[in-house]
């Protein structure tokens, strides 16, 4: 019925969900489930980065970006949500967000002025990084800057989106970003019970997202995306218009990361700068690499076990940290390209399949399809 | 926006933001020229060329340390052995990494840049743990505080000039270097075509740890004239990473006048601007129109003109 793949993906999709949906939750307290919920808003970033970087070559050194920008829709929503003029009428112009009025700024600017409506500012969180890495796709991959050239052009850009948002105080909030968020609509996000209904909302999310990304990299799409990354030419001559794909997957990561970046807003109650500009667009694409750039579930667990190992690390040993976050860097890209994933499929891929009923021979070329 | 100013005032607002658009343009163009001979040349991504200008600012602080401390009658030339000491410094830990990272990674540029970041994370750690979080400045001899003072409004700081020379004399020898020594030649042929290039005689490999060693070693001087202009902390490579890459992306990666002249452009546009807007938006409006450019002309400004 299932072919021996999809039978492997099922497989996997289903202990990543019992892992997440019950024996984490079973497992930790309040405080804990609510770190794993922040890590896991990175992993809608890094699946989106096995799509782009893993599966068609495209490395984005901006994914910080999108995240921030889905980010800082939400939390000008949330911002306006605390502001009003109730709240805020202490202010010498009630109504409108506090670091505003210490800018001296007595009226709401245009740009914030839509951020009042849900519905806007839910379609914005994807609308806006979606344009975005569409302008800038077109740009690029219309005119076939790749590789190296677009990492470094993407890395630029979020250092002056950062510089933007740092510079432009009174309308971002500046270097402390949009903070003191409250409620969503009414309902206060500050309580456990919201951590934990978030935290569901979460994984829900995000096992969607794995499923839409598995769907694209199955489909014809999938395999277009691959022979690109592997012989771009090749796919050039035989018609296809290698421009648009690669502005689609583009498009598809910012949106994922997008919808990263609200959800952690609404984790963690604010959004700064320090999400968007290199170091952690930099750190995003070392989880991907560290669970493994071909592997979907893979980079779900690797950007978990990084940030899991970065919290209780620094908590006790900082410094300690900074080397071995550096040692990280150097030794997965020298000795495992592949990341994590490409442990199990070496050492641990060969039984689950026998366990699955499939053959020897078939395990050689699934590599490159896991889930 | 240039409301308020007399002819007067705007010439010699115009004249030193100029001069500190030079000083600026040294740092950037020995910061590129390092970049440009290990990224244009040998295609390496190194994220931790900042890690090396740093290098090259601590040793130059060390220095000024040990002249204050136990040789006070010759401080005044202190700064002469800190450049050479802080060439040879990061350029022995350049061939260094070269030897023990970057040559098992020719073939994957991308993960170059992931490598050397990890190389960067280290480096800052190392920094931090011996030279502490916090900037430290050195102290300059007395003869490079002064100023020239050219009219009444106008003032050219000393420190400033001995910059813009040491940039102007390494800048020389490293075109003297590539392009008139049998050893450029050696690199030119290494980079165009490694397997030609070894198959005619050329020890490849010790090519290229000389070359990545040089271009440290320059981003070491770098380090150590950037201590003359500005303090030094663990982590202000990094804020220079982006920029550089940019400005040697922008001139064209294989072209030395290319690196030079998009330093200029850029830094004396940033500096002038700098005066008019606030600092942060004159670097985004520069930036950007250097993404927008770069998107027009994708390989640079001065494209070497090869089949590929």
């Known amino acids: ?371 | 926006m240039l409301s308020g100013y007399s002819f007067n005032d705007l010439a010699s607002i115009f004249v030193m933001q100029s001069f500190a658009g030079l000083i600026l343009f040294s740092v950037f163009l020995l910061m590129a020229l390092g970049l440009a001979i290990v990224f244009g040349q040998m295609g390496v991504i190194n994220m931790a060329h900042g890690e090396f200008m740093i290098l090259g600012a601590y040793t130059t602080y060390v220095c000024s340390y040990i002249f204050a401390q136990w040789a006070p009658a010759l401080f005044g030339l202190y700064f002469f052995v800190a450049v050479v000491l802080a060439f040879i410094v990061a350029g022995i830990s350049g061939m260094f990494l070269e030897w023990s990272l970057i040559r098992f990674l020719y073939k994957r540029p991308l993960d170059t840049l992931l490598a050397t970041w990890g190389v960067s994370l280290i480096l800052q750690q190392v920094f931090r743990s011996t030279f502490g979080a916090r900037e430290v400045g050195v102290t300059l001899p007395d003869w490079m505080m002064g100023s020239w003072n050219l009219s009444d409004t106008i003032q050219i700081p000393i420190n400033g000039m001995i910059v813009i020379a040491i940039t102007f004399l390494i800048t020389g020898a490293i075109y003297a270097l590539l392009y008139k020594s049998g050893w450029g030649k050696q690199v030119r042929a290494v980079m165009q075509n490694r397997t030609m290039a070894s198959n005619v005689g050329i020890n490849t490999e010790r090519v290229d740890r000389f070359t990545f060693g040089l271009g440290c070693g320059v981003a070491g001087v770098a380090g150590s004239a950037f201590t003359m202009i500005g303090s030094t902390s663990p982590t202000a490579g990094q804020q220079y990473i982006v920029d550089t890459f940019l400005v040697v992306a922008f001139g064209g990666t294989e072209s030395l006048g290319g690196t030079i002249a998009s330093s200029f452009s850029i830094s004396q546009a940033r500096s002038i601007l700098e005066f008019f807007l606030n600092g942060s938006m004159a670097q985004v409006l520069v930036l950007l129109t250097v993404i927008g450019i770069l998107m027009l002309r994708p390989q640079g400004l001065f494209a070497l003109k090869v089949r590929r």
């Not at chain 1, 969607?208 to 277009?224: D, H, N, P, T």
């Not at chain 1, 970065?310 to 997965?332: K, V």
């Open chain 1, 1 to 371: 019925m299932f072919s021996l793949q999809s039978r492997k993906d099922i497989l996997f999709l289903s202990i990543l969900s019992v892992i997440l949906l019950i024996v984490l939750p079973l497992g930790l307290d309040a405080f804990r489930l609510n770190l794993v919920g922040k890590y896991l808003t990175y992993t809608f970033v890094t699946i989106g980065l096995v799509a782009c970087w893993g599966d068609s070559g495209i490395l984005s050194l901006g994914q910080g970006i999108f995240f921030g920008l889905g980010g800082y829709c939400m939390a000008m929503f949330l911002k306006l949500q605390a502001s009003t003029l109730e709240a805020t009428k202490s202010q010498s112009t009630p109504g409108i967000p506090d670091f505003m009025d210490w800018n001296q700024i007595t009226a709401l600017p245009w740009f914030w002025k839509p951020f009042h409506s849900l519905s806007f500012s839910l379609v914005a969180i994807i609308a806006v990084p979606v344009l975005l890495a569409m302008v800038i796709g077109a740009a690029m991959f219309k005119r076939r800057v790749g590789g190296t050239y677009f990492a470094i052009i993407t890395q630029a850009i979020a250092s002056v989106l950062t510089i933007l948002i740092i510079g432009q105080q009174g309308y971002t909030g500046g270097v402390n970003g949009i903070t003191d968020l409250r409620t969503l609509d009414g309902w206060d996000i500050r309580t456990d019970h919201a951590k934990l209904v978030l935290y569901y909302a979460g994984v829900f999310l995000l096992l969607a997202c794995l499923l839409l990304v598995r769907f694209v990299r199955q489909s014809k799409l999938g395999r277009i995306l691959r022979a690109m990354r592997d012989q771009e030419d090749r796919v050039r001559f035989s018609g296809y218009n290698v421009a648009n794909f690669k502005i689609f997957i583009f498009a598809l990561a910012a949106a994922m990361a997008g919808v990263g970046g609200a959800l952690f807003t609404l984790e963690v109650g604010f959004m700064s700068p320090t999400f968007v500009g290199i170091v952690p667009s930099i750190e995003m694409v070392i989880y991907c690499a560290v669970g493994g750039r071909n592997s979907l579930v893979g980079a779900v667990y690797g950007t978990l076990l990084v940030n899991w190992a970065r919290t209780s690390f620094s908590e006790s040993l900082p410094e300690l940290w900074t080397f071995a976050m550096g040692g990280l860097f150097i030794g997965i890209v020298v000795f495992l390209p592949g990341g994590l994933a490409s442990l199990y499929e070496n050492y641990i891929d060969p039984y689950v399949l026998r366990i699955l009923g499939g053959n020897r021979s078939q395990t050689s070329h699934a590599v490159d399809e896991t889930a």
